[in-house]
């Protein structure tokens, strides 16, 4: 029987586009690394969960809302988001093609089976700073798990989503009164202001605490109406 102090066991490496890859179980849990960078695991998925909530809360009263989940992971903020009746469309942007297959074929989809056979779900392999810059599609509220957040990047080109061009490019693509929620490792005085100075209205955090160090948070900003 595996405990928590087990060793990890790699069940898939693959080399990809953008370096290395890793699925591998640890105890109970499955996590996934990236260029030796531990990214995330399915130990808890609270922050994952406010991530959707806090866009969907932060909303007025429109009918089924579109929303763009950036960065599928474990599939939390997937999951969550198929399970809640309210939203419309539901876009997930992955550029990593393992963990796309980790779901569809692979010890994840116990985690989003049912998300992936929801009618309003579809999963995009590409960039997600690709395609902010190139889609056409709107969004009522894009919900943005990258890297560890606007401080510590794990691809350096991830670094432009959090600058003025890449705001600018999240305000194209939601809709007037739309919702930018961003996922980081930690708090980022930095990035409210640049929210601010991209336009953004109601900028505001939401932490969520975590067993040690500093929490986890939401960072939210509102597209003027």
């Given amino acids: 029987?595996?405990?928590?102090?087990?060793?990890?066991v790699v069940i898939d490496r693959r080399e990809g586009p953008y370096g290395e890859v890793v699925l591998r179980r640890h105890g109970e849990l499955l996590q996934i690394i990236a260029n030796g960078c531990f990214l995330m695991d399915t130990s808890d998925g609270r922050s994952e969960r406010l991530l959707v909530?806090?866009?969907?809360?932060?909303?007025?009263?429109?009918?089924?809302?579109?929303?763009?989940?950036?960065g599928l992971g474990v599939g939390?903020?997937?999951?969550?988001?198929?399970?809640?009746?309210?939203?419309?469309?539901?876009?997930?942007?992955?550029?990593?093609?393992?963990?796309?297959?980790?779901?569809?074929?692979?010890?994840?989809?116990?985690?989003?089976a049912a998300a992936f056979a929801d009618a309003r779900s579809q999963i995009l392999h590409t960039d997600l700073v690709t395609h902010l810059s190139e889609s056409t599609r709107t969004y009522d509220a894009l919900c943005l798990d990258i890297d560890n957040g606007p401080d510590w990047t794990v691809t350096e080109g991830n670094n432009s989503?959090?600058?003025?061009?890449?705001?600018?490019?999240?305000?194209?693509?939601?809709?007037?009164?739309?919702?930018?929620?961003?996922?980081?490792?930690?708090?980022?005085?930095?990035?409210?202001?640049?929210?601010?100075?991209?336009?953004?209205?109601r900028v505001r955090t939401e932490e969520i605490p975590v067993a040690r160090g500093v929490p986890d948070v939401v960072h939210l900003g509102v597209r003027a109406a």
């Fill in 1 to 8: 029987m595996r405990t928590p102090t087990d060793a990890p």
């Fill in 53 to 70: 909530d806090a866009a969907r809360d932060a909303l007025d009263d429109r009918p089924s809302p579109a929303v763009l989940i950036g």
């Fill in 76 to 112: 939390f903020s997937l999951a969550h988001a198929a399970a809640d009746p309210r939203w419309g469309r539901i876009d997930v942007v992955e550029r990593e093609q393992a963990i796309i297959d980790w779901h569809r074929e692979g010890p994840l989809a116990e985690l989003s």
């Fill in 161 to 201: 989503l959090y600058s003025a061009a890449g705001l600018t490019a999240c305000k194209a693509r939601l809709k007037p009164g739309g919702v930018l929620a961003v996922w980081s490792a930690q708090p980022s005085s930095a990035f409210d202001d640049a929210l601010r100075n991209a336009g953004f209205q």
